[in-house]
């Protein structure tokens, strides 16, 4: 059975005072936190297992999800130094977790919000690829985007990395745990043609500001 992780353990230092006692995917959105809409939808898609990272106030999210038992699901917790390992270290940090039963597992951003369907991405076949990231149009925050479409790599057109994505273990196998980003991993693999993506259309924000927190929760009331 796939395997999931959430990302939970960024300080959250632009989402301040907010974030001053609180990690950042705990903050709410409709009364529920961010995070609990990732456990929620992994749960309808079929995903009850979930490795949690936790750094910064990583024991707020602990207290409020246990075991996960309450929410129909099996959480287990991988814990950072204070300022994290940043995304791809705090993946390898907890492979041997995430692969105790497959070799594929998915990620999301714990600061995200979305109604991308992962069930999609239980089904998908990565064949020669060894990850599978998914990719949205790009917001006002990241007019530049980040990558391309794997498909179209000398189309100058950059989309934005949406915090979702479908790994091997294979993809991560040559590092070591240690503060690492994701981002130039990716890169290198689209460059190398190791990563698939796709461009994903639905409602997807990113919730990197208290601006931007508070925009998607009128919209929520609407």
């Given at each position: 059975m796939?395997?999931?992780?959430i990302?939970?353990?960024?300080r ?8 001053a006692?609180?990690?950042?995917p705990m ?16 749960k309808?898609a079929g995903?009850?297992d ?18 996960g038992?309450q ?13 994290g390992?940043e ?8 492979m041997?977790?995430?692969c ?7 990620v ?5 919000f ?5 069930n999609a ?5 990565l064949?020669h ?5 998914v990719?949205v149009?790009n917001?006002?925050h990241?007019?530049e985007?980040?990558?391309c479409l ?6 100058q057109q950059?989309y934005?990395?949406s ?5 091997q ?15 130039p ?5 689209l460059?190398e043609g ?5 461009l994903?259309?639905?409602?997807w924000?990113?919730i990197?500001?208290p ?5 998607i929760?009128?919209k929520?009331?609407?």
């Open positions: 796939i395997k999931a992780m990302l939970a353990a960024g959250g230092k632009r989402m301040m005072p907010l974030t006692n609180l990690p950042k903050l709410e959105v409709a009364g529920r936190p961010l995070i609990e809409y990732h456990i929620q939808r992994l309808r995903i009850v979930i490795v949690i990272n936790l750094a910064w106030q990583g024991e707020k999210i602990t207290q409020y999800f246990s075991d038992s929410f129909g699901v099996n959480i287990c917790y991988t814990n950072e130094p204070e300022g390992l995304t791809a270290g705090g993946i390898i940090n907890a041997n977790l995430l105790e039963f497959e070799d594929k597992f998915i999301l951003n714990g600061d995200i979305t109604d991308y369907d992962v991405l239980t089904q998908l076949v064949n690829a060894e990850a599978h990231i990719l149009e917001p006002v990241n007019p985007g980040d990558f794997a498909h179209q790599v000398n189309n950059h934005t990395f915090g979702i994505g479908l790994y273990k294979a993809f991560f196998s040559s590092h070591d745990v240690e503060f690492m980003p994701l981002g991993m990716l890169r290198a693999g460059d190791r990563v698939s993506t796709e994903y259309l639905g409602q924000s990113d990197g500001t601006e931007r927190l508070l925009e929760n009128r929520q009331e609407q």
